[in-house]
Nanobody, 123 residues
Framework: QVRLVESGGGSVQAGGSLRLSCAASGFTFSTYRMGWFRQAPGKEREGVATINKYGTIIYAASVKGRFTISKDNARNTLYLQMNRLKPEDTAMYYC?????????????????WGQGTQVTVSS
């Protein structure tokens, strides 16, 4: 079955960096669209960055220029490099996957989810 396991979260000061990883198994990773989403306390889960099998990338406006999504098909791993972190980036970050082809950043378009990794940015 599909399994997504996130890692790399932690606590950093504003301006710092973190790299999240998502180890995927149970499906053909190279053919799925993948994404990072986040959910802060009291807020809805929102899209951060997504990438489809063609390499089409979509970023949320709030992270554009600071975050970079990438994938290693040989390692079945999705990454999110987060630079110049801000306190408002504090959230639980989730990896998501879906067999769809189009590049989309809407959470309802993703059927498989990991358990999440916490990112906390202090000012």
């Amino acid at each position: 079955q599909v399994r997504l396991v996130e890692s790399g979260g932690g606590s950093v000061q504003a301006g710092g960096s973190l790299r999240l990883s998502c180890a995927a198994s149970g499906f053909t990773f190279s053919t799925y669209r993948m994404g990072w989403f986040r959910q802060a306390p009291g807020k809805e889960r929102e899209g951060v960055a997504t990438i489809n099998k063609y390499g089409t990338i979509i970023y949320a406006a709030s992270v554009k220029g600071r975050f970079t999504i990438s994938k290693d098909n040989a390692r079945n791993t999705l990454y999110l490099q987060m630079n110049r972190l801000k306190p408002e980036d504090t959230a639980m970050y989730y990896c998501a996957a879906d067999a769809g082809v189009r590049g989309v950043i809407c959470r309802s378009e993703y059927n498989y989810w990991g358990q999440g990794t916490q990112v906390t940015v202090s000012s």
